[in-house]
């Protein structure tokens, strides 16, 4: 091999670059999120009206989408009524609708967001719940 | 046939992970093909690397383009023809961050008769938006493979993200790829030279990374798929503690661009993708313009007998004297 501290100092960048995913986590415990749904808005309603607007699958997915359709609604088109695939009516409304029952932000929205290292801009222009620690 | 072969080849990848989902084969697609694919990436660079690095660079061969290191008086361009490692330093980190060989690509064209040069600047521009995307993008994925995802990434994602259009938020470095492999593509096809000299192997790269990009960009904003899912998967594989419960719950659109990711990975070693590693081992652009000051002695020289012309004058010099020539040493 020629020029061999050279060529082993590059390889040696290249694997700690590549590598970075795995040394970066040896010792770390994942814990997975989990939201909790058990706040006591929730738990008030009997056990088969305990549902979201839509199914659960279709919310885990799209619910960033729906309150962007929601804000552009309501705020655009002055439209505030939303009719969900089951046939029933709400309100388009972080605060008024989705937080009523969802009032535990931290341990709701933030359990994912945080994992995915996303930044929704809802509380840009809504105010923040505030909770109660205990 | 140069082109619908590599095309076809990635329609045959993308279906086989249909079938493969439908067969269950989550276990394979998920975890044993990108663990197999990684190794191969790791492995077979190193070892691409390390065979370049047999063969020896007798002498300096830059390619130069600005006054050499010469008297005193006369200004040498000191990146552009550098003599010491700071300047080829310079000129490599010009080289990789900019691609500034590649900036002076000329037009040649026959305008009445005589040949015309000009400025070529179309393919360095594509060149670059496509490449620093690639790193944008590569980089921005780093939060799938972290607990607690740094400032610095979140700064990134933040940036490719501020025109804040749609949710979730739509990433100028998605619409810049895509707009660049389409480019570089079609210059392929448009170009009669260009499209004379491309190989199968330039266009299989090409639609392999297309499809990533678009499995990707389909997947962030119109299939959705259980993106929390997608991350438990990546910090278990990056844990070598993969959860299998996970991995049928992920849509299938994950594994086209996974797989399609991993294959990418495989034939990277074994294709001009190599570049990567090869563009810091060139030696017309990582040497030194110094063969005036510097002896550089040929790795592969044997040691040849060499009769001087003192020795000559020691066996002869009896007879050279006698017949009046004249000698050094009496």
Same mark, same amino acid.
């Given at each position: ?5 050279k060529?082993?100092?590059?390889l040696?960048?290249?694997l700690?670059?590549v ?11 994942s ?5 909790k ?16 607007v839509e199914p ?31 046939g029933?009516?709400?309100?388009m409304?972080l ?7 969802h ?9 994912c ?9 809802c ?5 923040q ?5 205990s | 046939?140069k082109i ?7 329609m045959?990848l993308v279906?086989?992970?249909f079938?493969?989902i439908?067969?269950?084969l989550?276990?394979l ?6 663990y197999?694919?990684l190794?191969?990436?790791?492995l077979g ?10 063969s ?6 830059p390619?130069t383009?600005?006054? /050499?290191k010469?008297?005193?008086w006369?200004?040498?361009?000191k990146i552009? !023809? ?9 000129r490599m980190?010009?080289?990789?961050f ?6 002076? !690509? ?16 179309w ?8 490449h ?7 980089v921005r ?19 490719d993200s501020?025109?804040q259009?749609?949710v979730?938020l739509?990433?100028?470095t ?11 593509f ?6 009669p030279q260009?499209k004379?000299?491309?190989?199968a192997?330039?266009?299989?790269p090409l ?9 990707g960009v389909l997947m962030?904003y ?7 899912g997608?991350?438990?998967?990546a %910090?278990?594989?990056v844990?070598?503690?993969p959860?299998?419960?996970i991995?049928?719950e ?12 991993s294959?990418l990975?495989a034939?990277?070693?074994f ?6 590693g090869?563009?810091f081992?060139s ?10 000051e ?6 592969? !020289?044997?040691?040849v ?8 004058e020691n066996?002869?010099r009896?007879? %050279?004297k006698?017949a ?5 040493k /009496?």
């Amino acid at each position: 091999m020629y020029n061999a501290g050279k060529i082993i100092f590059g390889l040696l960048i290249f694997l700690a670059l590549v590598t970075f995913p795995f040394y970066n986590n040896i010792g770390k415990v994942s814990a997975k999120p989990e939201p909790k749904i058990d706040t006591p808005e929730i738990q008030k309603l009997p056990e088969n009206e305990r549902k979201c607007v839509e199914p659960k699958d279709f919310m885990r997915g799209e619910h960033m989408q729906m309150l962007n359709d929601w804000r552009d609604s309501v705020v655009r088109e002055d439209n505030g009524i939303y009719m969900s695939s089951q046939g029933k009516q709400f309100n388009m409304s972080l605060q008024n609708t989705c937080m009523k029952c969802h009032s535990n932000k931290k341990e709701f929205c933030d359990k994912c967001h945080n994992y995915m290292a996303v930044a929704p801009y809802c509380w840009t222009c809504h105010i923040q719940p505030k909770e109660n620690k205990s | 046939m140069k082109i619908f072969f590599p095309l076809v080849i990635v329609m045959i990848l993308v279906l086989l992970v249909f079938a493969g989902i439908k067969a269950n084969l989550y276990f394979l697609f998920g975890v044993v093909i990108p663990y197999a694919a990684l190794a191969v990436f790791v492995l077979g660079f190193i070892y691409r690397v390390l065979k370049w690095a047999s063969s020896p660079v007798p002498f300096h061969i830059p390619t130069t383009c600005g006054q /050499e290191k010469t008297l005193p008086w006369i200004k040498q361009n000191k990146i552009e !023809n550098p003599s010491s490692a700071l300047g080829v330093i310079i000129r490599m980190a010009l080289e990789v961050f900019a691609f500034r060989s590649l900036f002076r !690509n000329l037009k040649t064209e026959l305008r009445d008769g005589k040949i015309v040069y000009g400025s070529e600047k179309w393919l360095w521009a594509a060149g670059l938006a496509f490449h620093w995307s690639f790193l944008i993008i590569l980089v921005r994925h780093l939060r799938f493979f972290m607990e607690n995802v740094p400032v610095v990434l979140k700064t990134i994602e933040g940036l490719d993200s501020f025109l804040q259009i749609g949710v979730p938020l739509f990433y100028m470095t998605d619409a810049v790829i895509l707009a660049a492999v389409t480019y570089l593509f079609l210059r392929r096809l448009y170009l009669p030279q260009i499209k004379y000299i491309s190989l199968a192997a330039d266009y299989f790269p090409l639609f392999l990374i297309f499809g990533i990009v678009l499995s990707g960009v389909l997947m962030r904003y119109f299939f959705k798929v259980h993106i929390v899912g997608v991350k438990i998967l990546a %910090m278990g594989l990056v844990g070598f503690n993969p959860d299998p419960k996970i991995l049928s719950e992920i849509g299938a659109i994950f594994y086209v661009h996974l797989f399609l990711l991993s294959i990418l990975f495989a034939y990277f070693p074994f294709s001009k993708l190599m570049h990567l590693g090869g563009v810091f081992l060139s030696p017309t652009r990582n040497l030194s313009n110094n063969s005036r000051e510097v002896r550089h002695i040929n790795p592969w !020289n044997y040691p040849v007998h060499v009769h001087t012309y003192e020795e000559y004058e020691n066996d002869f010099r009896d007879k %050279m004297k006698k017949a009046g020539i004249p000698v050094e040493k /009496e």
